[in-house]
C-alpha cells in the first residue's frame, strides 16, 4: 500500500509517523518486556534522535544506522529486536524511501517530530 501512494503522490514527501511509533515502541519496551524508563530513553535517541534511524539522509547511513540500532538493542532488550524488524522496519525503511523523492520538487519533508520521545 505504501510503496502504491508512492508511486500514486510520489511528491507527497514524508509519513507523518514519529509520535505513534515512540509511543508504541515505549509502550513494548516499558509495558511488554518491562524494560525501565533509563534504558528505553538510552534506546529511543538510536532511533528518533537528531543522529538516529529516522533522520538517515539516505541508504547508506540508513544501513549504518541501524547497525547502531541493533547494537544498542543487543545491550538493552535483545528480545525487541524481532518486534522490531516486523512491525517497525519496514515502515521506517519505506519512509526513507519517500524522502529520496525530495530531489524531484526540492522540498525536503520532515516526517518527524523532533524529540517527541523525551520525557515530559
Not at 516499558?30 to 529511543?44: A, C, E, F, S, V
Not at 519496514?90 to 523532533?114: C, F, M, Y
Request: with cysteine; hydrophobic share 40%; charged share 20%.
Amino acid at each position: 500500500m505504501r510503496k502504491a501512494m508512492v508511486f500514486i503522490f510520489p511528491d507527497a514527501g514524508y509519513f507523518y509517523m514519529q509520535p505513534t511509533f515512540a509511543s508504541q515502541l515505549c509502550h513494548y519496551l516499558n509495558d511488554k518486556i518491562g524494560l525501565p524508563q533509563g534504558p528505553t530513553m538510552r534506546l529511543l535517541p538510536t532511533l528518533f534522535g537528531d543522529n538516529g534511524l529516522v533522520h538517515s539522509p539516505g541508504e547508506v547511513a540508513f544501513e549504518t544506522r541501524l547497525e547502531l540500532v541493533y547494537r544498542e538493542m543487543q545491550k538493552t532488550a535483545p528480545e525487541f529486536i524481532s518486534y522490531f524488524k516486523n512491525h517497525f522496519l519496514g515502515e521506517i525503511r519505506d519512509n526513507l524511501a519517500v524522502s529520496q523523492l525530495s530531489h524531484l520538487t526540492g522540498v525536503i519533508w520532515p516526517w518527524t517530530n523532533k524529540k517527541i520521545w523525551q520525557k515530559r
